[in-house]
């Protein structure tokens, strides 16, 4: 079965613009999550979606928003892009339901770098 | 509180040695407690994870030992080799309104061969 899968792998975009990232879960997992990660830090939380709906949501500014569609695929788009928002933004999903801890699966990440 | 610290940055050991990373928490909520593998331009992927209710779990190579009264856990890799050599990462959650994973700040392993 295919893994977690993210496009574009990679993006260059210029300070002001907006970015979509996109997100296609493992094959059965109605819960997917986004991540960001700076260079030579750990991922942090961004949002997480169950059954398209926002569950959770990080310490990021309202730039920042994300959807899932029917097929529980999901977006992420940033707007307003400043030079801090260069980063890797990974994608995970997981069987995850409500009260119960499920292991997460990430995808490779898209590489933002805003000039 | 939502902290996850994790040490030593970086380490360094030889082909065979038994490298040690360790973690420390302050939010006694968590019960879920995960370690990830990450390759240069590759997402993290799960290697071993542990609940609080017992105090060491083996995968393989790969051991987390678990103290509950310290809020401390650490990975151990047994006989390490040079393919092990990546970025290890723990993280926390605890079961509830999200899947929310709080990670450490990561430590960069080198297996020397």
């Known amino acids: 079965d295919a893994g977690v899968t993210q496009s574009p792998t990679h993006l260059i975009k210029t300070r002001g613009q907006h970015v979509t990232l996109r997100c296609s879960p493992i094959s059965g997992h109605k819960s997917v999550s986004w991540y960001q990660q700076v260079l030579g830090q750990g991922p942090q939380f961004i949002f997480q979606y169950y059954e398209k709906e926002e569950r959770g949501r990080g310490n990021f500014p309202d730039r920042f928003s994300a959807r899932q569609f029917p097929n529980y695929s999901s977006e992420l788009n940033v707007n307003a892009l400043l030079l801090g928002d260069s980063a890797l933004y990974l994608c995970a999903s997981s069987l995850w339901d409500r009260g119960l801890n499920s292991p997460l699966h990430f995808g490779n990440g898209t590489r933002l770098t805003v000039t | 509180q939502q902290q996850v610290k994790q040490s030593p940055q970086s380490l360094i050991v030889q082909k065979g040695g038994i490298p040690i990373i360790n973690c420390a928490y302050e939010?006694?909520?968590?019960?879920?407690f995960p370690w990830y593998q990450q390759f240069p331009g590759k997402g993290p992927a799960l290697l071993i994870a542990i609940r609080p209710d017992v105090s060491e779990k083996k995968e393989g190579r790969f051991t987390i030992s678990f103290n509950k009264s310290a809020k401390q856990f650490s990975l151990h890799i047994m006989d390490s080799q040079p393919g092990d050599s990546a970025t290890y990462f723990c993280?926390?959650?605890?079961?509830?309104?999200?899947?929310?994973?709080?990670f450490g700040t990561g430590t960069l392993l080198a297996v020397q061969p």
């Open positions: 939010n006694t909520a968590f019960d879920y």
């Open positions: 993280a926390a959650s605890n079961g509830g309104a999200t899947n929310k994973l709080i």
